[in-house]
Structure formats: C-alpha cells, structure tokens
Nanobody, 123 residues
Framework: EVQIVESGGELVQAGGSLRLSCATS????????IGWFRQAPGKEREGVSS????????YYADSVKGRFTISSDNAKKTVYLQMDSLKPEDTAIYYC????????????????WGQGTQVTVSS
C-alpha cells in the first residue's frame, strides 16, 4: 500500500523558514519523482518543486526560485522542502505527490498524493 505523509507545516512570520517533510512507503522510491504542490483558498493547485530520485534533477516554480530548496533522502524514503524567506503569499496547503520516473510541476500526471500540511505565513 502506497503511503505519503506530509509534515512540518505551521504558522510562521514573514521572512521566516520552515522545512516540510514528505515520508513515503509502498513503492520503489529510487525510481520515482516526488513533487510538492500547494493550494491556497480559492486558487488552483500549483506546482512548487519536484525532484527525480533517478538523476536528482529538480524543478522549481518561478515564484519560489532562490527561496525554496528540495532534497531527497533515499535511505529514509523522504523528500524535504526547505522554505526560506517566506511570504504571506506562500500561505497554502502543501501537498506531496509521487510519480514514476521524471519530475514535473504538472499535478495531473502524478499517481499518488498525500493529505497535505497547512503552511500559514503571517505579515
């Protein structure tokens, strides 16, 4: 059974940092890509970042480049999203998703999804 569990979301002040974790099980982690997505109230889900565990290639949305860093720990089957210089517009539910092979910021091509973790950035 595939399991994806996000954690690390909380309330933080603008300019602060958070590290989100995406713990996975039930699939061959080394052959999968993991993506982070977010959805703010009244908005569509958008891709934030992804990493391929095959070649460690990464993608970032323009809105987070230079502020967010994605990384992968194959031994723990966990992907992290380090978020620095947080802004109020980063407030959203952050979801982690998995798909075989390459990474992408396109949500519908991902096969497995977690339940999300809330990130709130106060001004």
């Amino acid at each position: 059974e595939v399991q994806i569990v996000e954690s690390g979301g909380e309330l933080v002040q603008a300019g602060g940092s958070l590290r989100l974790s995406c713990a996975t099980s039930g699939f061959t982690f080394d052959n999968y890509a993991i993506g982070w997505f977010r959805q703010a109230p009244g908005k569509e889900r958008e891709g934030v970042s992804s990493i391929s565990n095959i070649d460690l290639s990464t993608y970032y949305a323009d809105s987070v480049k230079g502020r967010f860093t994605i990384s992968s720990d194959n031994a723990k089957k966990t992907v992290y999203l380090q978020m620095d210089s947080l802004k109020p517009e980063d407030t959203a539910i952050y979801y982690c998703a998995a798909r075989a092979w390459g990474g992408s910021l396109v949500a519908y091509i991902y096969d497995y999804w977690g339940q999300g973790t809330q990130v709130t950035v106060s001004s």
